[in-house]
T-cell receptor
Framework: DTAVSQTPKYLVTQMGNDKSIKCEQNLGHDTMYWYKQDSKKFLKIMFS???????INETVPNRFSPKSPDKAHLNLHINSLELGDSAVYFC??????????????FGPGTRLLVL | QQQVKQSPQSLIVQKGGISIINCAYENTAFDYFPWYQQFPGKGPALLIA?????SEKKEGRFTISFNKSAKQFSLHIMDSQPGDSATYFCAASGNGQNFVFGPGTRLSVLP
């Protein structure tokens, strides 16, 4: 059983397009996250949702919009894709509220390449 | 104050040697310090974590040493194996603040 799953695994698209990445967790966790990992492996949080409510919204362009239809899903929609958006995007989840001493479980990542 | 510094950026160790990765933080509100291990093409996975009420935690070949006064913590991998080759991230969280990850250390263990 996959705990945190993401689709698609790879995404290659043209600049200016709009794309979505989907994330689902079957762990029954209350909090979900989106991270961006750049080419230098730097891992930076983008968003955090607790029980479908936005908790963390780091300095991210408003072209990025998270959507949480229910506690088990957190999707990431990106408008007007730019070259600099090329990265690996990781979804993660944790049992309790964001910031608590909780293990985060990461998905396998979505490798986005903007041409 | 949100930053977590990590060194070295990359590390090469012979099989059987000790790998040491160091991290430092500024925010005294942090009270949870995990280490994550990431293999190529995979998401990070929790390796070991420590809270500031202890100075050391050991799990198998992996040990975290924590120095609260210096605001530093380190990961020691004893008897390093080629299978330990991965990128290691330290992180910190606490007081309602979300996880902050260090920039990562790429470890290569030579056979």
């Amino acid at each position: 059983d996959t705990a945190v799953s993401q689709t698609p695994k790879y995404l290659v698209t043209q600049m200016g397009n709009d794309k979505s990445i989907k994330c689902e967790q079957n762990l029954g966790h209350d909090t979900m996250y989106w991270y961006k990992q750049d080419s230098k492996k730097f891992l930076k949080i983008m968003f955090s949702y607790n029980n479908k409510e936005l908790i963390i919204n780091e300095t991210v362009p408003n072209r990025f919009s998270p959507k949480s239809p229910d506690k088990a899903h957190l999707n990431l929609h990106i408008n007007s894709l730019e070259l600099g958006d090329s990265a690996v995007y990781f979804c993660a989840s944790s049992q309790g509220a964001s910031g608590m001493q909780e293990t985060q479980y990461f998905g396998p990542g979505t490798r986005l390449l903007v041409l | 104050q949100q930053q977590v510094k990590q060194s070295p950026q990359s590390l090469i160790v012979q099989k059987g040697g000790i790998s040491i990765i160091n991290c430092a933080y500024e925010n005294t509100a942090f009270d949870y310090f995990p280490w994550y291990q990431q293999f190529p093409g995979k998401g990070p996975a929790l390796l070991i974590a420590i809270r500031p009420d202890v100075s050391e935690k050991k799990e198998g070949r992996f040990t975290i040493s924590f120095n609260k006064s210096a605001k530093q913590f380190s990961l020691h991998i004893m008897d390093s194996q080629p299978g330990d080759s991965a990128t290691y991230f330290c992180a910190a969280s606490g007081n309602g603040q979300n996880f902050v990850f260090g920039p990562g250390t790429r470890l290569s263990v030579l056979p």
